[in-house]
C-alpha cells in the first residue's frame, strides 16, 4: 500500500544521494586546492578523450563564457560547493579546464603621491 508521502520522501532521498553519485564518491583531496573565488575557464584545446558525465558537461559549457569562480559554478549549476570543487578538479586534471588564483586587490597608492600628479595636471591644463 503507497501513502501520499512516499513521492516526497523518494524525492528527498533523490536529492541525498545525488552529491554522492555524482562524485563517484569521492571527497577532495586537498581542500586548499580551490578556493571559493578560484577562477576557472575551458582550456584553449581541450583533449578529445571519453565521453564525459552531464554534469561535466554542464559546467564545461558553463565555463566557455569566460572565467567564472567556483562560488558562482555552484550557483549557476545549484551543486553544493565540495560537488563543483571535485568536478572541476577533474575536468582540470583532465586537461580541459585552466584554474587561476583571483586578481589581487591593488595596493594603496601614497596620497602624496595623488595630489602631487593632480597639482601637476591642474598646472598643465589649468
Known amino acids: ?17 545525488r552529491p554522492y553519485v555524482i562524485t563517484n564518491g569521492r571527497d577532495l583531496l586537498d581542500a586548499d586546492e580551490f578556493s571559493l573565488i578560484t577562477l576557472v575557464t575551458v582550456q584553449a584545446d581541450p583533449p578529445r578523450t571519453k565521453p564525459l558525465d552531464p554534469e561535466k558537461l554542464s559546467l564545461l559549457e558553463l ?19 565540495g560537488v563543483v570543487k571535485i568536478l572541476v578538479s577533474d575536468l582540470a586534471q583532465e586537461g580541459f579546464l585552466y584554474s587561476r588564483a583571483p586578481i589581487p ?19 598643465r591644463f589649468g
Open 105 to 123: 586587490s591593488a595596493q594603496l597608492v601614497d596620497r602624496q603621491i595623488l595630489e602631487e600628479v593632480l597639482h601637476g595636471l591642474q598646472a
Open 63 to 81: 565555463c566557455s563564457g569566460g572565467f567564472l569562480s567556483i562560488a558562482e559554478i555552484a550557483g549557476h549549476t545549484q551543486l553544493p560547493v
Open 1 to 17: 500500500m503507497t501513502t501520499d508521502d512516499e513521492p516526497e520522501l523518494e524525492h528527498e532521498a533523490a536529492e541525498l544521494v
